[in-house]
């Protein structure tokens, strides 16, 4: 089946869902496993994967930018954020499994930025390393803190405005993002610390043994919960 396709089937069943179909229609609409399978295969771990590369050359730009803090490197980190958040808005129809399940989405999305609290941590002296940015509350890190330091509060910040310490914790929440969209990514469809891929664990709903899917509905139900969610 392709992309289009399933994607088609699913705007039907959620069409279906919200005119009140019950689990037994819902079920029988997708009574073909390869819809769960090719949504988990086709949609979920390409848009994943997307999202650790965008977000791997936002960290990229970042540290080109801290090294020579330039109009050019400005503009070419601002633009790396914004393709970074195409893949990130798109998940946003299926927020669950893994996802939800070790905060990542907190960890990649958190909003508002807590502006207070941020510049409290700019002024004071902390070397951002790997521990002290990971105690740090979500709502001070993530993409739209990167967004704030990238753009400024009125979209209008210009590379002279840029200050080492704004540089130096960007480059460290950057680098975190990169982590945490990369280990997203791998708890899709890699094997992590013995779990089966998660792309997996969705294709094989109603399979024996599968207790996170013990039907085909199952699992239907959750991909229409998230993309009315």
Known sequence: MRV???LVACALLSHLSACGGDSGEIAAAFSDREIIADFANEVVVPTYGLL??????LDTAVDALAADPSADGLTAAQRAWVAARVPWEQSEGFLFGPVETFGY??????????KTDLDAVLAAGSEFSE????SLQETQKGLHTVEYLLFGAGKQKTAPEL?????D????????????SAALSAHWKDSVDGRTPYAQ?????????????PSLVAAVQEILD????
């Open 4 to 6: 289009d396709q399933l």
């Open 52 to 57: 650790a590369t965008r977000v791997a050359e």
């Open 105 to 114: 989405d907190p960890a990649l999305d958190s909003w508002p930025v807590n």
């Open 131 to 134: 521990p002290y940015v990971g």
């Open 163 to 167: 200050t080492q310490r704004e540089l």
């Open 169 to 180: 914790y960007l480059r460290a929440i950057t680098k975190e993002l990169e982590t945490t």
């Open 201 to 213: 664990v969705l294709a094989n709903a109603g399979r024996p043994g599968n207790t996170t899917y």
């Open 226 to 229: 998230g993309m009315v969610g």
